[in-house]
């Protein structure tokens, strides 16, 4: 999770904290992963000699490569233990069991010593009086970062930490006079409001977003406009309505479905009020030259034996789904869409055009077109992770008894099935996904065939309408002038 806009996360070092709900050994367990702790700069024998103490609980035989890992008021090895006594002894019954903290650094501007020690510290005047706290720093991407794993209640007095906007200060407070003393960029000026993970990530892997959208219905209003009005035009035509109220500051504009208006600005420095009337008028000022004729395409003719009138028709959930992304622009590949120009249904769903797309090709891998092939194709998985999970166990044991080369094939065999495990979880959240969106494509799909068709309806009418007004044998109604 990004705590703040994506612009702040490489200037300086950036903190957040929030809530987690659920087990406790998630946060902590990815807190300590070794993977991304390890310090490529060291030996294995200094690996051996500062790793002893960040065992797991749960695997006891095994040394873990890491070292920038440190409890405040716990041992990072039973933390676990240890703050689940702490809640037992107060008890405490809170659906929180923990909170999960971040704080990041501008890349190339700390070392991963200088970073732990200062997440340390930053722990223990934030918490140390009275919490119980796992600090991680992560050397796994170019930014390094901490993690803080604070237990929810206190060991103390059993009271609960609050994680609410004065407490939120705090935090960055102390991170920013900790980062000051170390020399280490801070947010003098902090502006706007934290991004949406989701959108971070969207926007980061290059997927359309209600925002990139909306810059590309901007963008194509303007290069087709003169004035304001045609810029409005130009605007509702894509299902957008632009407010210039004189009264306001800023203008807004709004899409359909939207729940509430957006400030053009926040699109970026070229969608002020200013810059667009200077980009609008500066169309005014350029002559555009265009060909005559277009040189046309060369039409290939193939002809084919036989007949398709018994050709099948894709229908059912796979039809449902290959429609829905042939509307969305996924289909075909390699298809250049105008996202702008998309029905405001489908702009809805642009975030969520992986997820379809999974669950498409789970559709199709398996030719299921309805439901009741789905939960039987969903059953069949269940039932193998069941048996699958009990080989698991069975193996686990098995491990803990064997030595030498019946070990290494044990392991072998127990990382098959985990990942196995894996993939038939993921296809069993595909199933599920499917279930719950398919009654919802099939709606939006029936109610953009109907907007269409009327849209079509509208269009005639207006070619009507001009062809009708157009006839030579009109009567003149300037009077003969």
């Known amino acids: 999770?990004?705590?703040?806009?994506?612009?702040?996360?490489?200037?300086?070092?950036?903190?957040?904290?929030?809530?987690?709900?659920?087990?406790?050994?998630?946060?902590?367990?990815?807190?300590?992963?070794?993977?991304?702790?390890?310090?490529?700069?060291?030996?294995?024998?200094?690996l051996q000699a500062m790793g002893d103490v960040m065992k797991y609980a749960t695997n006891g035989d095994k040394t873990e490569r890491q070292f920038f890992v440190t409890g405040v008021n716990c041992d990072p090895a039973t933390a676990r233990d240890e703050m689940m006594i702490a809640k037992a002894q107060w008890n405490d019954q809170s659906e929180i069991v923990c909170y999960h903290g971040f704080q990041s650094f501008k890349a190339g501007e700390v070392t991963p010593e200088q970073a732990h020690e200062v997440g340390v510290k930053l722990a223990e005047k934030m918490w140390g009086g009275r919490f119980q706290v796992i600090v991680a720093t992560h050397l796994n991407t170019e930014c390094l970062h901490n993690h803080f794993v604070v237990n929810s209640v206190s060991y103390v007095d059993g009271?609960?930490?609050?994680?609410?906007?004065?407490?939120?200060?705090?935090?960055?407070?102390?991170?920013?006079?900790?980062?000051?003393?170390?020399?280490?960029?801070?947010?003098?000026?902090?502006?706007?409001?934290?991004?949406?993970?989701?959108?971070?990530?969207?926007?980061?892997?290059?997927?359309?977003t209600r925002d990139s959208v909306a810059r590309q219905a901007v963008d194509e209003a303007i290069s087709k406009s003169f004035t304001l009005k045609d810029f409005d035009r130009q605007l509702a035509?894509?299902?957008?309505?632009?407010?210039?109220?004189?009264?306001?500051?800023?203008?807004?504009?709004?899409?359909?479905?939207?729940?509430?208006?957006?400030?053009?600005?926040?699109?970026?420095?070229?969608?002020?009020?200013?810059?667009?009337?200077?980009?609008?008028?500066?169309?005014?000022?350029?002559?555009?030259?265009?060909?005559?004729?277009?040189?046309?395409?060369?039409?290939?003719?193939?002809?084919?034996?036989?007949?398709?009138?018994?050709?099948?028709?894709?229908?059912?959930?796979?039809?449902?789904?290959?429609?829905?992304?042939?509307?969305?622009?996924?289909?075909?590949?390699?298809?250049?869409?105008?996202?702008?120009?998309?029905?405001?249904l489908l702009k809805d769903d642009l975030m969520k055009m992986d997820a379809i797309t999974n669950e498409t090709r789970l559709l199709c891998r398996n030719h299921i077109d309805t439901a009741e092939q789905l939960l039987s194709y969903k059953g069949s998985l269940e039932s193998e992770m069941q048996e699958l999970t009990e080989q698991r166990k069975g193996l686990y044991s098995q491990s803990r008894k064997s030595v030498g080369e019946e070990k290494k094939a044990v392991k072998a065999r127990l990382s098959e099935i985990t990942g196995r495990l894996k993939t038939i979880r993921k296809e069993v959240r595909l199933c599920d996904g499917v279930l719950a969106r398919s009654d919802t494509l099939k709606e939006k799909l029936q109610t953009i065939r109907a907007d269409e068709k009327e849209q079509q309806r509208k269009e005639l009418m207006k070619h009507e309408h001009r062809r009708r007004s157009g006839r030579a044998n009109r009567k003149d109604e300037l009077g003969g002038i």
């Open 237 to 344: 035509e894509m299902g957008y309505r632009v407010n210039f109220n004189p009264n306001r500051k800023y203008w807004t504009i709004i899409g359909k479905g939207w729940q509430r208006p957006k400030r053009l600005y926040k699109l970026g420095d070229d969608y002020t009020n200013e810059r667009i009337t200077e980009r609008i008028r500066e169309n005014s000022y350029a002559v555009k030259f265009q060909s005559f004729s277009k040189e046309q395409p060369q039409v290939r003719v193939y002809r084919v034996r036989g007949s398709l009138k018994d050709a099948k028709k894709i229908g059912g959930l796979r039809g449902l789904y290959l429609h829905y992304c042939y509307k969305l622009g996924i289909l075909p590949k390699g298809k250049k869409q105008n996202y702008a120009r998309l029905h405001y």
């Open 159 to 208: 009271k609960h930490y609050h994680d609410n906007k004065k407490n939120l200060r705090l935090f960055r407070q102390r991170s920013d006079e900790l980062c000051r003393e170390y020399s280490l960029s801070v947010i003098e000026h902090p502006s706007g409001r934290k991004k949406p993970y989701a959108l971070y990530q969207a926007e980061k892997n290059g997927l359309p």
């Open 1 to 46: 999770m990004l705590p703040c806009s994506e612009e702040d996360v490489w200037l300086m070092a950036v903190c957040e904290i929030w809530d987690v709900k659920g087990r406790l050994d998630h946060p902590i367990d990815y807190a300590e992963n070794p993977e991304k702790t390890a310090n490529p700069k060291y030996t294995d024998a200094d």
